[in-house]
């Protein structure tokens, strides 16, 4: 789970790191309210997504005074932000935050992230700050420091300092920076995320460390013992469908062809959108609906799938194991019986009384047409999917 | 020959009084698996399917001698579980859960790293040695004992490619689901090893999937010491970045992580790879003989 920018200064603050005063805003008025609350000088106004890149795309903006946020926000509220990290379509803006500027000598990057490979967190520093930290790694990897976390351990002092001071920062730097990453390590073990990230962590003209920004990534599987963190969840950054979908415990994730998919388990999930693409149509969708899938799940499948209108065509895609192919037919047919589905469907079966399954549902007189394999499948549903002969 | 498991090993289910834990422990009674125990903590006494039930793992260990586990205890209490089976002196634990919490996994990793227990999973169907021993939730019978390795990070998936072996006349020496989260205890590394030292396995399948780098450091592997035929598939060639695609380790972060580069790397250490799923079977076939 994503949370925004300013959920996580609020995180970061109350994990004892320094960042600027600031306050959030649904409305202009409100952010007039908040600028004039905050210390007078200049102001920084930025929109609240889930995205990076706010900058480019007009979503930050230096201002000098309360009148002048308020415009800012004014022109930001309510607008599309588009940004390398949106996708074409950008994101609207409902939230912004203000905050006091900051007097900026030079800029760090610092984050606690999972490190799959090493199984463990990592503790990253780089002095090339504000940049995108994938460019800095592709160009200059000799920028980034790098540190391990062992596990039931706390991050060392002396590791943190190895990092800080690799970073070229003088010792009184280097001591606030200690604190800081140390806070992060903690932030990151407490609340169960699996990025904490500070970009830029601004090194300020009276020489004082201070974030400007922050992410921070959560693991979902851990969402469970952390109520507080869960709460942070903001319906408005995820698309509807697959926040519905996931209300009827279904992994379903939007894409952008005609062609619904429907599968039992992730992996042949995505190797089925895969083979329809490879026949020359486009996934609509990724639907995982377990590897043991009900006929309850198929149903609600069917639903999620059908609320999307771009869908021309559905391909269902099950290997029937511990659940037998005929079980399994029984359901599918049901579903689309209660739910009086219109459109052209081609379902593959195969595992566990598989012909069982084919006959049900040929009997069915539905509008379904049967595939012996993936590829037949694929070649099929792109046919029916283009509107071809079936 | 075969690895991990065998018709010799001596297996405990945790979580066996459970109803996933109850129905699975039957299908692997019925192939013939030799499951010897139970445990479920304040059921000791009991008898499961005609198997004793213990308290802990210990006393189930100290009764029948097992050393292999399988646990299908609820996501919250599957990290104790499988350091339970570690501490009790289990050598192969096989993690079925979904869910658990990557922090507790990272603990859980160092705890079985220091008692030198082998974990699969979690997040995985399993492992099944064909005839002898299935140890998971996969369909038994679309199995068929022979020479290939099968190693995936994927669950249907993986039977997918094993039906299609099958098909093709082609049986499996042990097929492993490693698991879909972004941390797991044996990884496609570990696994070839043992296929490399196993003279049943003649060849190999590796199923892979988007996130994360195991493809790229198995593929490297391979060309520098493997020497046994490895064919390949990726899924998620279409998936799109930054969305977690049901398994949690499959996600695409930035530009880490993406099928392409996966393929590439498989082909750069000459893996026969397969980027039509449904040709898997035949492909193997048609290069090592059905």
Same mark, same amino acid.
């Given at each position: 789970?994503?949370?925004?920018?300013?959920?996580?200064?609020?995180?970061?603050?109350?994990?004892?790191?320094?960042?600027?005063?600031?306050?959030?805003?649904?409305?202009?008025?409100?952010?007039?309210?908040?600028?004039?609350?905050?210390?007078?000088?200049?102001?920084?106004?930025?929109?609240?997504?889930?995205?990076?890149?706010?900058?480019?795309?007009?979503?930050?903006?230096?201002?000098?005074?309360?009148?002048?946020?308020?415009?800012?926000?004014?022109?930001?509220?309510?607008?599309?932000?588009?940004?390398?990290?949106?996708?074409?379509?950008?994101?609207?803006?409902?939230?912004?935050?203000?905050?006091?500027?900051?007097?900026?000598?030079?800029?760090?990057?610092?984050?606690?992230?999972?490190?799959?490979?090493?199984?463990?967190?990592?503790?990253?520093?780089?002095?090339?700050?504000?940049?995108?930290?994938?460019?800095?790694?592709?160009?200059?990897?000799?920028?980034?420091?790098?540190?391990?976390?062992?596990?039931?351990?706390?991050?060392?002092?002396?590791?943190?300092?190895?990092?800080?001071?690799?970073?070229?920062?003088?010792?009184?730097?280097?001591?606030?920076?200690?604190?800081?990453?140390?806070?992060?390590?903690?932030?990151?073990?407490?609340?169960?995320?699996?990025?904490?990230?500070?970009?830029?962590?601004?090194?300020?003209?009276?020489?004082?460390?201070?974030?400007?920004?922050?992410?921070?990534?959560?693991?979902?599987?851990?969402?469970?013992?952390?109520?507080?963190?869960?709460?942070?969840?903001?319906?408005?950054?995820?698309?509807?469908?697959?926040?519905?979908?996931?209300?009827?415990?279904?992994?379903?994730?939007?894409?952008?062809?005609?062609?619904?998919?429907?599968?039992?388990?992730?992996?042949?999930?995505?190797?089925?959108?895969?083979?329809?693409?490879?026949?020359?149509?486009?996934?609509?969708?990724?639907?995982?609906?377990?590897?043991?899938?009900?006929?309850?799940?198929?149903?609600?499948?069917?639903?999620?799938?059908?609320?999307?209108?771009?869908?021309?065509?559905?391909?269902?895609?099950?290997?029937?194991?511990?659940?037998?192919?005929?079980?399994?037919?029984?359901?599918?047919?049901?579903?689309?019986?209660?739910?009086?589905?219109?459109?052209?469907?081609?379902?593959?079966?195969?595992?566990?009384?598989?012909?069982?399954?084919?006959?049900?549902?040929?009997?069915?007189?539905?509008?379904?047409?049967?595939?012996?394999?993936?590829?037949?499948?694929?070649?099929?549903?792109?046919?029916?999917?283009?509107?071809?002969?079936? | 020959?075969?690895?991990?498991?065998?018709?010799?090993?001596?297996?405990?289910?945790?979580?066996?009084?459970?109803?996933?834990?109850?129905?699975?422990?039957?299908?692997?009674?019925?192939?013939?698996?030799?499951?010897?125990?139970?445990?479920?903590?304040?059921?000791?006494?009991?008898?499961?399917?005609?198997?004793?039930?213990?308290?802990?793992?210990?006393?189930?260990?100290?009764?029948?001698?097992?050393?292999?586990?399988?646990?299908?205890?609820?996501?919250?209490?599957?990290?104790?579980?499988?350091?339970?089976?570690?501490?009790?002196?289990?050598?192969?634990?096989?993690?079925?859960?979904?869910?658990?919490?990557?922090?507790?996994?990272? $603990?859980?990793? +160092? =705890?079985? @790293? !220091?008692?030198?227990?082998?974990? *699969?999973?979690?997040?995985?169907? %399993?492992?099944?040695? /064909?005839?002898?021993?299935?140890?998971?939730?996969?369909?038994?019978?679309?199995?068929?004992?022979?020479?290939?390795?099968?190693?995936?990070?994927?669950?249907?998936?993986?039977?997918?490619?094993?039906?299609?072996?099958?098909?093709?006349?082609?049986?499996?020496?042990?097929?492993?689901?490693?698991?879909?989260?972004?941390?797991?205890?044996?990884?496609?590394?570990?696994?070839?090893?043992?296929?490399?030292?196993?003279?049943?396995?003649?060849?190999?399948?590796?199923?892979?999937?988007?996130?994360?780098?195991?493809?790229? $450091?198995?593929? +490297? =592997?391979? @060309? !520098?010491?493997?020497?046994?035929? *490895?064919?390949?598939?990726?899924? %998620?060639?279409?998936? /799109?970045?930054?969305?977690?695609?049901?398994?949690?380790?499959?996600?695409?972060?930035?530009?880490?992580?993406?099928?392409?580069?996966?393929?590439?790397?498989?082909?750069?250490?000459?893996?026969?790879?397969?980027?039509?799923?449904?040709?898997?079977?035949?492909?193997?076939?048609?290069?090592?003989?059905?």
């Amino acid at each position: 789970m994503n949370i925004h920018e300013y959920q996580a200064k609020g995180l970061l603050k109350s994990f004892g790191v320094p960042v600027p005063g600031g306050g959030l805003a649904l409305t202009a008025d409100e952010a007039l309210k908040v600028a004039q609350s905050l210390a007078p000088g200049k102001l920084v106004v930025k929109a609240q997504i889930h995205a990076g890149g706010r900058g480019k795309g007009g979503g930050v903006k230096v201002v000098d005074s309360p009148s002048e946020a308020a415009e800012a926000a004014s022109k930001m509220l309510g607008m599309t932000l588009i940004t390398h990290q949106t996708g074409p379509a950008g994101k609207t803006v409902g939230k912004v935050w203000i905050e006091e500027g900051t007097a900026i000598a030079s800029e760090l990057y610092a984050a606690v992230v999972l490190d799959r490979a090493a199984e463990r967190l990592a503790v990253m520093v780089s002095p090339a700050g504000g940049m995108d930290i994938e460019e800095v790694a592709a160009k200059t990897p000799e920028k980034i420091f790098t540190t391990h976390v062992e596990p039931g351990q706390p991050l060392w002092s002396f590791q943190a300092r190895r990092l800080l001071f690799g970073c070229g920062l003088g010792v009184a730097l280097v001591n606030q920076g200690v604190g800081i990453l140390q806070n992060l390590v903690r932030l990151a073990w407490e609340k169960e995320a699996t990025l904490v990230e500070i970009n830029p962590l601004a090194v300020t003209a009276e020489d004082r460390l201070i974030a400007l920004d922050g992410k921070i990534n959560f693991d979902d599987s851990a969402l469970k013992r952390h109520k507080e963190i869960a709460e942070l969840d903001d319906p408005a950054e995820s698309d509807p469908l697959e926040r519905q979908a996931v209300d009827m415990g279904l992994n379903y994730i939007r894409l952008g062809g005609n062609v619904g998919t429907m599968v039992n388990g992730a992996g042949l999930a995505m190797a089925t959108m895969d083979v329809i693409k490879m026949a020359g149509a486009e996934p609509a969708n990724f639907l995982d609906v377990g590897g043991g899938a009900s006929e309850e799940m198929v149903t609600k499948g069917f639903e999620v799938i059908l609320s999307d209108p771009n869908v021309k065509a559905i391909l269902i895609n099950i290997f029937g194991g511990i659940l037998r192919c005929d079980t399994l037919a029984s359901g599918v047919v049901a579903a689309a019986k209660k739910l009086d589905l219109k459109v052209p469907m081609v379902v593959r079966l195969e595992g566990t009384n598989v012909q069982a399954g084919k006959e049900i549902l040929s009997a069915s007189g539905l509008n379904f047409e049967v595939a012996g394999s993936m590829s037949e499948a694929a070649r099929k549903i792109a046919l029916v999917a283009a509107g071809g002969a079936r | 020959m075969s690895i991990l498991v065998n018709k010799n090993s001596r297996v405990v289910v945790q979580g066996i009084t459970g109803k996933e834990g109850m129905f699975h422990t039957e299908k692997m009674i019925e192939y013939g698996s030799p499951v010897v125990a139970g445990v479920t903590p304040g059921k000791a006494g009991q008898a499961v399917l005609g198997l004793p039930v213990f308290n802990t793992v210990a006393e189930a260990v100290k009764q029948t001698g097992a050393d292999t586990s399988i646990c299908f205890v609820p996501a919250a209490f599957a990290a104790d579980a499988a350091c339970e089976a570690s501490d009790a002196g289990i050598k192969v634990v096989v993690v079925i859960s979904e869910h658990i919490p990557v922090m507790d996994m990272i $603990r859980v990793k +160092a =705890y079985l @790293k !220091a008692r030198g227990t082998l974990m *699969v999973g979690p997040n995985c169907p %399993g492992v099944i040695t /064909p005839g002898e021993c299935k140890l998971g939730i996969m369909p038994g019978y679309i199995h068929r004992p022979g020479s290939v390795g099968v190693i995936s990070r994927s669950g249907t998936l993986t039977y997918e490619v094993v039906d299609q072996l099958t098909k093709a006349g082609l049986g499996q020496s042990t097929c492993i689901g490693i698991g879909g989260d972004p941390i797991i205890g044996l990884h496609f590394i570990d696994l070839l090893k043992m296929f490399a030292d196993d003279p049943q396995t003649q060849a190999v399948a590796l199923i892979g999937e988007i996130g994360g780098d195991a493809e790229e $450091r198995a593929a +490297a =592997y391979i @060309k !520098a010491h493997f020497q046994k035929p *490895v064919f390949g598939f990726v899924a %998620g060639l279409t998936a /799109p970045p930054g969305k977690r695609m049901g398994h949690a380790g499959a996600i695409i972060s930035g530009s880490k992580g993406r099928a392409e580069d996966k393929l590439a790397a498989m082909e750069a250490a000459g893996i026969t790879v397969v980027k039509a799923l449904g040709q898997f079977g035949a492909t193997v076939a048609k290069s090592i003989g059905g």
